[in-house]
């Protein structure tokens, strides 16, 4: 689950806050019994994180490649990592990493400045840090990299990447300054349209080439290959993207 996903979780659950947890169970090794009897004080986000603010400790989840989450409902088949059942409600959480952390003050674990979804984003920092630090790292990589681009995943990375015309495999030290520049804004630019089609429940529908055969705008069958350190797919049109080596 990438960035934008987990704002649309947080604004779903804000019903949650001020509700008791009336019991916690499932399958991650936590402290269930810690959760049961708090309250939520707060839901916050960082990157792929969300955060559950309790009285004393906060909840991060992680939904990893699969997670997925069900609120006043649960999956039919799926034994949850984490459930919680609130005085209000219901939150399921499935295929997922959680943690108690200890303390409700998150700003000493967590720089928000390189969340791409908060107000606070630094782009300057992400240009100043790809333009001096990042000459052989593929784009692929580096717009992934969640120290400069925290909530960027996969699909982010690919239409991001159409968008601009640029080849996953394009080393950061071949752009100029104007096209990290552009880059960069490019990258929150998408992040904000996947937000929005995420309500509108159209994004998948809205994909030029994740998980797409052919390029939308010059016809020819795109590339799907494991591209970068990570790997992960990267699917991009080798007449359109330009490689800059």
Same mark, same amino acid.
């Given at each position: 689950?990438?960035?934008?996903?987990?704002?649309?979780?947080?604004?779903?659950?804000?019903?949650?806050?001020g509700?008791?947890?009336?019991?916690?169970?499932?399958?991650?090794?936590?402290?269930? $019994?810690? #959760?049961?009897? %708090? @309250?939520?004080t707060d839901?916050?986000?960082?990157?792929k994180?969300?955060?559950?603010? =309790?009285?004393?400790?906060?909840?991060?989840?992680?939904?990893?490649?699969?997670?997925?989450?069900?609120?006043?409902?649960?999956?039919?088949e799926?034994?949850?990592?984490?459930?919680?059942e609130?005085?209000?409600?219901?939150?399921?959480?499935?295929?997922?990493?959680?943690?108690?952390?200890?303390?409700?003050?998150?700003?000493?674990?967590?720089?928000?400045?390189?969340?791409?979804?908060?107000?606070?984003?630094n782009?300057?920092?992400?240009?100043?840090?790809?333009?001096?630090?990042?000459?052989?790292?593929?784009?692929? $990589?580096? #717009?992934?990299? %969640? @120290?400069?681009?925290?909530g960027v995943?996969?699909?982010?990375?690919?239409?991001?990447? =159409?968008?601009?015309k640029?080849?996953?495999?394009s080393?950061?030290?071949?752009l100029?300054?104007?096209?990290?520049?552009?880059?960069?804004?490019?990258?929150?630019?998408?992040?904000?349209?996947?937000?929005?089609?995420?309500?509108?429940?159209?994004r998948?529908?809205?994909?030029?080439?994740?998980?797409r055969?052919?390029?939308?705008?010059?016809?020819?069958?795109?590339?799907?290959?494991?591209?970068?350190?990570t790997?992960?797919?990267?699917?991009?049109?080798?007449?359109?993207?330009?490689?800059?080596?």
């Amino acid at each position: 689950m990438e960035g934008p996903g987990l704002i649309v979780l947080k604004e779903e659950a804000h019903k949650f806050i001020g509700a008791t947890v009336r019991s916690a169970y499932g399958t991650q090794k936590i402290d269930m $019994d810690r #959760l049961t009897g %708090q @309250t939520i004080t707060d839901i916050k986000t960082w990157g792929k994180h969300i955060l559950i603010i =309790f009285e004393d400790c906060t909840v991060r989840i992680h939904y990893l490649m699969f997670g997925n989450y069900f609120l006043d409902s649960k999956h039919p088949e799926k034994t949850p990592k984490l459930a919680l059942e609130l005085s209000n409600g219901e939150w399921n959480n499935y295929n997922c990493a959680a943690r108690i952390l200890e303390g409700t003050d998150m700003d000493p674990l967590y720089d928000w400045t390189t969340d791409i979804m908060q107000d606070c984003w630094n782009a300057a920092a992400a240009q100043k840090s790809l333009r001096q630090q990042r000459n052989d790292q593929m784009l692929c $990589d580096a #717009l992934m990299d %969640q @120290t400069l681009f925290t909530g960027v995943g996969n699909v982010i990375k690919n239409e991001t990447l =159409f968008r601009m015309k640029m080849h996953p495999e394009s080393k950061v030290g071949a752009l100029t300054s104007k096209q990290i520049k552009a880059l960069v804004a490019e990258a929150r630019n998408y992040s904000f349209d996947f937000y929005r089609w995420e309500i509108e429940g159209t994004r998948r529908k809205k994909y030029c080439v994740h998980r797409r055969a052919w390029c939308p705008d010059c016809k020819v069958r795109l590339t799907k290959k494991f591209t970068g350190l990570t790997p992960r797919s990267s699917f991009y049109c080798t007449n359109c993207q330009l490689l800059y080596a």
